[in-house]
């Protein structure tokens, strides 16, 4: 049986990333690659370039949906990434039975 679940990240500009290279987003691709490992063919796309055409977003945007997904691993993966900040993060889960999304920011754990 197929349970699908529908993925919308919002980050920071390039959040991770820390070379010139300002087509990465190493704290996305971490998302993206868990959904591959776990959902074959799935994986993060970026969408806000399709978002206007003369004004930009001011953040990062990645959408897919995925099939049988461990949705609790992905959320304690999500919760373990070091953010550059973790108050423009939001992801946002809708499985195929839920009415609207449920939205998840990271859970910040502090050094004691």
Sequence with gaps: MSSITDIILITMINDGNNDQDKSKTANADLISNYIKQNTPLSGL????????????MQC???????NNLN??????LFNHIQWQDPDCVQLMLKQEADDAFSIHTPVQVYPG
Excluded: N, R
């Design 45 to 56: 796309i970026k969408v806000e370039p399709y978002a206007g055409e003369k004004q930009s």
């Design 60 to 66: 990062d945007i990645f959408m897919c949906a995925t």
């Design 71 to 76: 949705t609790a691993g992905l959320i304690e």
